[in-house]
């Protein structure tokens, strides 16, 4: 199924052909809209086909594709709304220093987006997930690069999604689909791809990175890359709800199989007798955890061999061994280690390295300063998450230092909660510092769509000529700022 430098060539030109059909965006809406129900309609056979390529279970694809035709639908809003085309016009002002024409701003799409799919969530963030979706909802064909781990249910999600671009007069090559890892690089080298996003590891997200800036036109390359996660339990957090701390942690390290990208994978836990119960609690909670399977063999061995290697480092312990659960599965655990190993460079870095699998590292401070050194060290990811005391949450003690801490860390930081779970909605951000995503975006919640738009101005264009997005009787009824007032 490997395709040809021709076939990605063709799939892209088929795609750029399409974009005029994605113009208009009652269009745009109802593709999107028939899309979800296209999916909803096959989806037993498309939850069947997934599940034998994954083996992630029927409970767990039937909630992920749910959550795709919800943001389909969600997108297909975003664009009836129009908010996101953020439409502002100035009239003339001859009297302003300097003086200001007519000037009309708007955004338009940037062309074909190239998706990589990744292998963890073969609906959510694959042919149908979060970069197609916005991509078409900002007006962009997409051309799939498909994971190898899901490329027969890769093949007939793109056809529903064909069928649906069908039902609205819009070309099937508005979603092309291409499979292997040539195709891949062929396509992020593509003259006529405009941006990628992609969805995987540090090494190849990077290789892409930056293939698609040592390009003749560098173009927007959002990659989510990896990410720690890290979790800071103060000592009065760990004092007042131990048990509940330590099973809510291994509850959420070994969701999925941990091969969620939010994964907590370093937890600060105090020293002493406090620690001591929420150690004792997670002891408790990851033992009674089942072995699970992993996507494919290669992160299986991945898995193994990191732990292991991990394992083998002084001072790092096992309350519970991860590793091998027999010939495909994996059994979960946690290393634990002193905090002020990993406080400067060494060997110990590794345990700051994200390690996909059930596995996560407890690092155990000794004292507020400790835990500090430990998190200035870390990468941009994803989410960090503070266990903070009911005190400390009502802006006692540390509390309001804490978030201010974990801020410039991560894209989403959490109180009190595991970040295992991620919202499909407006306010939603999935993204953080480099190398958690290697620009500013988010790829899920309706922002997401900006980042394959820019924006462009009109200067003294007379009213005929301009979009209608742009003409002063506002016809089709967008939001806007009108002369510095906002209009809804």
């Known amino acids: 199924m490997e395709a040809t430098a021709q076939e990605v060539d063709a799939a892209v030109r088929a795609a750029h052909a399409a974009r005029d059909a994605l113009t208009d965006r009652t269009v745009r809406a109802a593709f999107l809209r028939s899309a979800a129900a296209g999916l909803d309609v096959a ?41 996101f085309l953020d439409v502002i016009i100035n009239h003339p002002d ?31 963030f694959s042919v149908a997930g979060g970069d197609t979706a916005s991509a078409l909802a900002a007006g962009c064909p997409v051309v799939v690069k498909a994971h190898p781990d899901h490329p027969a249910l890769s093949e007939l999600v793109a056809k529903v999604l064909r069928r649906a671009a069908a039902e609205h007069g819009i070309p099937e090559g508005v979603v092309g689909l291409v499979h292997g890892f040539e195709a891949g690089v062929e396509l992020i080298k593509h003259p006529l791809v405009a941006a990628a996003g992609f969805t995987g ?113 002084p001072d790092v312990e096992s309350p519970v061994t991860p590793g091998a659960g027999g010939e495909h599965a994996v059994s979960a655990g946690f290393l634990t280690v002193p905090a002020e190993k990993l406080a400067e460079e060494g060997a110990y870095d ?41 005190d400390e949450a009502a802006g006692r003690g540390r509390g309001p230092e804490l978030l201010a801490e974990l801020t410039p860390l991560a894209g989403r930081v959490l109180v009190n909660g595991w970040p295992t779970g991620v919202a499909v909605a407006p306010a939603q951000h999935h993204g953080g510092p480099y190398p958690a995503t290697t620009s500013t975006s988010t790829s899920v919640g309706g ?41 809804r």
């Open 94 to 124: 001859d009297t302003a220093t300097p003086p200001v024409p007519d000037l009309r701003r708007y955004k338009v799409p940037l062309g074909v987006v190239a998706v990589y799919s990744a292998s963890n969530f073969p609906f959510a």
């Open 43 to 83: 989806k037993d056979g498309l939850v069947e086909t997934a599940d034998a390529e994954t083996a992630l279970g029927p409970a767990r694809l039937t909630g992920e594709l749910a959550r795709t035709c919800y943001q389909l639908r969600a997108f297909a809003d975003i664009v009836d709304e129009g908010a």
């Open 201 to 313: 590891s540090v090494r190849g997200g990077r290789a892409l990175f930056d293939a698609a800036a040592a390009r003749p036109v560098p173009i927007p390359f959002h990659g989510e890359l990896g990410s720690l996660n890290p979790v800071l339990v103060t000592e009065a957090a760990a004092a007042e709800r131990a048990e509940e701390i330590g099973g809510g942690l291994a509850g959420s390290m070994t969701l999925g199989v941990g091969q969620f990208c939010v994964k907590p994978g370093l937890v600060l836990v105090p020293s002493g007798a406090s620690g001591d119960r929420l150690v004792k609690s997670l002891t408790d909670a990851v033992s009674d955890t089942d072995a699970g399977v992993l996507l494919d063999h290669r992160m299986r061995d991945n898995f193994v061999a990191g732990v292991a290697e991990r394992a083998e480092l």
């Open 350 to 390: 590794l345990l700051l390295e994200e390690c996909f699998g059930p596995v996560t590292v407890v690092a155990r401070y000794a004292d507020e300063a400790e835990a500090t050194a430990v998190l200035s060290r870390l990468p941009g990811n994803l989410t960090a998450t503070v266990q903070v005391s009911s």
């Open 447 to 487: 922002t997401a769509i900006e980042r394959w738009l820019r924006p462009v101005v009109y200067q003294n264009a007379p009213e005929a000529l301009l979009p209608d997005e742009l003409k002063d009787d506002n016809p089709l009824g967008l939001p806007r700022r009108f002369n510095g007032v906002l209009e």
